[in-house]
């Protein structure tokens, strides 16, 4: 069974600027807005490469996903919750595993994502966004390689 949202729980993000936050985030464009009923859903489930984008997103807790055998055994239920972890800006993810015979395994992971729209472009890159786009380097490279500033190359 395919990630999907649970109708139930889904206020497609209402009070958000931008919909649902779901169709927002997803990388392969599967998650739509169905305006009839006003809930998102995965408009093409068998595409849906399941990085849990959406899931660590979801404000409402509404996106079911489906667990791998490397993850859980068949027929286990999971499902995610925010939640806040000490000395980490946006909490974390405190999964929820539920097996076929009703024991339960609880396990949290800390998110690296941000708010919604907090994300500051080149945020501590030392690279001039403008004057450097005419170079080689990546962004960030400075800071990956722990210098100031890159080397170029000398002049002939």
Known sequence: MPTFVDPNK???CAGEHRGPLCVYICPNDLMALDTGVNKGFNQE???CSEC?????????????VRGYADFVPLGAIVQPHRT???GIENGGLHWEVIFRDGRRFDFTYQS????AGSVVPYEG???NRNTDLGNQSLAGDSNWLGVDKLPVPASR
């Open 125 to 127: 890159f030392t690279e």
């Open 10 to 12: 889904c206020t497609a």
């Open 112 to 115: 690296r994502t941000r708010t």
């Open 52 to 64: 849990y984008a959406c899931v660590k997103l979801c404000p409402e807790e509404a996106i079911n």
């Open 84 to 86: 806040e972890v000490e």
């Open 45 to 47: 489930p068998d595409l």
